[in-house]
T-cell receptor, first 114, second 115 residues
Framework: AQSVSQHNHHVILSEAASLELGCNYSYGGTVNLFWYVQYPGQHLQLLLKYFSGDPLVKGIKGFEAEFIKSKFSFNLRKPSVQWSDTAEYFC????????????FGKGTTLSVSS | DSGVTQTPKHLITATGQRVTLRCSPR?????VYWYQQSLDQGLQFLIQ???????AKGNILERFSAQQFPDLHSELNLSSLELGDSALYFCASSVSGTVEGHGYTFGSGTRLTVV
């Protein structure tokens, strides 16, 4: 069964530090990849998505992610985090053969101190 | 406001009871997805409906069932509740029956506490 692994459970950074959150998936076929963010007390929101084309995807709020097919990875990056980036981040995968459901990782909590 | 409405926001009930969670998708969206979020399991896909028909099933227990009505709202029924069913239940919607080209739009969730 396909699965999604997020390596870091909790990341603590100071403002202006660079961020990279790891995401690996297990499915070997064609995949669609997503990062969602959940701010405290709010619903999940789409940060960015990859379907095809340029493996470097830019999303909202300065986030980007790189799809590396050979490593089955889709890591999220931001050059300089802000206090307002404090949230939980979820990586998700949809494998075409598995229907339309998104399979989510367990999430990474990011805490940014000012 | 995401456009996906879930009610109630909080629910406290006793073991063995049955509850119904409701979700109204964003206007124009035909697909509804239900997810369970718990601390140990993360976000688990339960079930998907598209235009009234069941489209995909995930890790949904036999004690749980769902349906989507002609007006496209969906209900998730949880019965014979156990303490371990305590979780945040999310509903999401999308325009089509496939995720390609569209992400999901999530609701704010219903927090279920079983005591």
């Amino acid at each position: 069964a396909q699965s999604v692994s997020q390596h870091n459970h909790h990341v603590i950074l100071s403002e202006a530090a660079s961020l990279e959150l790891g995401c690996n998936y297990s499915y070997g076929g064609t995949v669609n990849l997503f990062w969602y963010v959940q701010y405290p007390g709010q619903h999940l929101q789409l940060l960015l998505k990859y379907f095809s084309g340029d493996p470097l995807v830019k999303g909202i709020k300065g986030f980007e992610a790189e799809f590396i097919k050979s490593k089955f990875s889709f890591n999220l990056r931001k050059p300089s985090v802000q206090w307002s980036d404090t949230a939980e981040y979820f990586c998700a995968v949809n494998a075409n053969q598995a229907g339309t459901a998104l399979i989510f990782g367990k999430g990474t909590t990011l805490s940014v101190s000012s | 406001d995401s456009g996906v409405t879930q009610t109630p926001k909080h629910l406290i009930t006793a073991t063995g009871q049955r509850v119904t969670l409701r979700c109204s998708p964003r206007s124009g969206d035909l697909s509804v997805y239900w997810y369970q979020q718990s601390l140990d399991q993360g976000l688990q896909f339960l079930i998907q409906y598209y235009n009234g028909e069941e489209r995909a099933k995930g890790n949904i227990l036999e004690r749980f069932s769902a349906q989507q009505f002609p007006d496209l709202h969906s209900e998730l029924n949880l019965s014979s509740l156990e303490l371990g069913d305590s979780a945040l239940y999310f509903c999401a919607s999308s325009v089509s029956g496939t995720v390609e080209g569209h992400g999901y739009t999530f609701g704010s969730g219903t927090r279920l506490t079983v005591v």
